[in-house]
């Protein structure tokens, strides 16, 4: 359901399968902005018609923000530079490459997993990859601390918030004191619409997720707007985010209880935590579990407790220390 959150913001929801994803679209007296593309399709099935119902004309648009490197929020940026003429592409540096290029994100961002991890995806999934993303090259390269002015008075701030990925972005509207977060801040189990769990929080970077999820807190928003759980609150948005939180608590006590004094391959790891943080299909969430659980290896090695090795075909193995 599309609505009005705060003056000027607009959530509109966008197709992907049973989860839902919504783009916002912050319309000012003199510009417009536009967070998110969703995957193909979406500009022209979803966006466009909120915005002639809206009666902002697509030349109002000067501004399409990408708020990561993620197929469902950045798989329609051809399609929109078409349909906002005057707009430039924006993203923040360190996700260009990725929002750039489906083959570059295929790679670097689903792939990463693959050499090292033998989490390969299959070749549907890369199928749905390439039906479900029509990347373009981003105009204008940001990276967190500027501001736009949409009119009026009306002028929001631009966050980094990396964790999810390394050049995550959020705004900042200071006058509804809205916290458009997209997905730096991820919960315990993403949903689908009916409520049911269906993929993990797929953090990366812990520590600067943590990082994050502290810096959201601190502003103390008076909604937190995501791009696939419910509108908050500012009584539900900080449960939220100190869910978020207690997840990454937990994971990271999962992880030290998994490893044995034998080594264990990064699946191993995988198919053993899963269960105990989620009620996932686990073997359908393994790759996306391996984003906060390879995070986890990493960050536990950094210090010390965690020892990684390799097998002749060159497969992480992992044992506590
Ligand atoms: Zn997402």
Same mark, same amino acid.
């Given at each position: 359901?599309?609505?009005?959150?705060?003056? *000027?913001?607009?959530?509109?929801?966008?197709?992907?399968?049973?989860?839902?994803?919504?783009?916002?679209?912050?319309? *000012?007296?003199?510009?417009?902005?536009?967070?998110?593309? *969703?995957?193909?399709?979406?500009?022209?099935?979803?966006?466009?018609?909120?915005?002639?119902?809206?009666?902002?004309?697509?030349?109002? #648009?000067?501004?399409?923000?990408?708020?990561? /490197?993620d197929i469902d929020h950045c798989g329609d940026a051809e399609?929109?530079?078409?349909?906002?003429?005057?707009?430039?592409?924006?993203?923040?540096?360190?996700?260009?490459?990725?929002?750039?290029?489906?083959?570059?994100?295929?790679?670097?961002?689903?792939?990463?997993?693959?050499?090292?991890?033998?989490?390969?995806?299959?070749?549907?999934?890369?199928?749905?990859?390439?039906?479900?993303?029509?990347?373009?090259?981003?105009?204008?390269?940001?990276?967190?601390?500027?501001?736009?002015?949409?009119?009026?008075?009306?002028?929001?701030?631009?966050?980094?918030?990396?964790?999810?990925?390394?050049?995550?972005?959020?705004?900042?509207?200071?006058?509804?004191?809205?916290?458009? #977060?997209?997905?730096?801040?991820?919960?315990?189990?993403?949903?689908?619409?009916?409520?049911?769990?269906?993929?993990?929080?797929?953090?990366?970077?812990?520590?600067?997720?943590?990082?994050?999820?502290?810096?959201?807190?601190?502003?103390?928003?008076?909604?937190?707007?995501?791009?696939?759980?419910?509108?908050?609150?500012?009584?539900?948005?900080?449960?939220?985010?100190?869910?978020?939180?207690?997840?990454?608590?937990?994971?990271?006590?999962?992880?030290?209880?998994?490893?044995?004094?034998?080594?264990?391959?990064?699946?191993?790891?995988?198919?053993?935590?899963?269960?105990?943080?989620?009620?996932?299909?686990?073997?359908?969430?393994?790759?996306?579990?391996?984003?906060?659980?390879?995070?986890?290896?990493?960050?536990?090695? /950094?210090?010390?407790?965690?020892?990684?090795?390799?097998?002749?075909?060159?497969?992480?193995?992992?044992?506590?220390?």
């Amino acid at each position: 359901m599309n609505v009005e959150i705060a003056p *000027g913001i607009h959530r509109i929801d966008t197709p992907l399968g049973e989860r839902r994803c919504s783009v916002y679209l912050l319309a *000012g007296s003199d510009s417009a902005l536009l967070i998110d593309t *969703g995957l193909a399709g979406s500009v022209e099935s979803a966006i466009l018609p909120e915005l002639d119902r809206l009666g902002v004309e697509p030349e109002r #648009v000067r501004l399409v923000l990408i708020s990561h /490197a993620d197929i469902d929020h950045c798989g329609d940026a051809e399609a929109a530079k078409r349909a906002f003429p005057r707009a430039l592409l924006a993203c923040h540096h360190a996700d260009a490459a990725e929002i750039g290029s489906l083959e570059a994100m295929i790679e670097r961002r689903y792939g990463q997993f693959a050499t090292e991890h033998g989490l390969v995806d299959s070749a549907e999934t890369l199928a749905w990859y390439r039906a479900a993303g029509r990347f373009a090259e981003p105009d204008l390269l940001l990276a967190g601390g500027e501001s736009f002015a949409l009119g009026s008075g009306w002028t929001v701030d631009l966050l980094h918030v990396p964790g999810h990925s390394r050049g995550h972005l959020a705004l900042w509207d200071p006058h509804s004191r809205a916290a458009i #977060v997209i997905d730096a801040a991820l919960g315990r189990t993403l949903p689908t619409r009916s409520g049911e769990p269906a993929f993990p929080p797929t953090y990366r970077d812990v520590d600067d997720y943590l990082t994050t999820l502290d810096r959201l807190a601190a502003l103390e928003p008076e909604l937190v707007l995501t791009a696939h759980y419910s509108t908050m609150d500012r009584t539900s948005g900080m449960v939220f985010l100190d869910e978020s939180r207690g997840f990454v608590a937990d994971a990271e006590a999962e992880v030290l209880d998994a490893l044995g004094n034998s080594l264990s391959s990064t699946i191993e790891v995988l198919q053993r935590v899963g269960p105990a943080l989620g009620a996932w299909p686990v073997d359908t969430v393994l790759a996306a579990l391996a984003f906060p659980i390879v995070g986890h290896l990493e960050r536990l090695e /950094a210090v010390g407790r965690v020892r990684r090795r390799h097998d002749a075909d060159g497969l992480a193995a992992w044992e506590a220390t």
